[in-house]
């Protein structure tokens, strides 16, 4: 699967996990979003799902701040827009808040819902907090990427008592 993030270049530069998986050729950093994409959107309708990987040959992230997040995903970008289920992030920033992920977290778990295990891996390897992500939400991630419908994203997110918050 193709990795692009569309970056506005709202945060701290030095902090941009988005720019770092460009600069090791872990994404391809793009202009716009093409209609053949999965984006990742925090106020979509639908969840990602594992049967999404065979919608478009790409994923588009769109690296923006969180405090411009509202404002930001007003615009309509072209794609199928998808969000996360809720999970906790392992950055330092944000550690174990929900639905808190930096960019490089909310691709690569969208990647391991649509069961691109070693590729989800991949981008957050290039973080030494990476593995604090995938421990955190070992078990979340495994029934997410077994759900098949939106109804059983939601069940087990309520049985994980974590209700309908979306992360990105």
């Not at 069961?115 to 390897?125: C, G, K, R, V």
Request: some cysteine.
């Amino acid at each position: 699967m193709e990795v692009q993030v569309f970056m506005l270049r709202q945060d701290d530069p030095t902090k941009c996990t988005a720019a770092k998986l460009v600069k090791f050729g872990l994404a391809r950093q793009v202009r716009r979003t093409v209609q053949e994409t999965i984006v990742l959107h925090p106020f979509a309708e639908k969840t990602v799902l594992k049967k999404d990987g065979s919608l478009a040959g790409s994923i588009t992230a769109i690296d923006c701040s969180w405090e411009l997040a509202q404002k930001t995903f007003a615009r309509n970008f072209s794609g199928f827009s998808r969000k996360l289920p809720p999970l906790l992030a392992g950055n330092p920033v944000n550690y174990a808040k929900i639905g808190k992920l930096t960019t490089a977290e909310s691709i690569a778990a969208a990647l391991f819902i649509m069961s691109l295990d070693d590729q989800a891996h991949a981008i957050l390897n290039k973080f030494k907090w990476g593995h604090t992500f995938f421990e955190l939400n070992r078990d979340l991630l495994k029934d997410y990427s077994n759900a098949e419908t939106q109804e059983k994203i939601r069940e087990i997110s309520d049985d994980y008592g974590l209700g309908s918050v979306s992360s990105y």
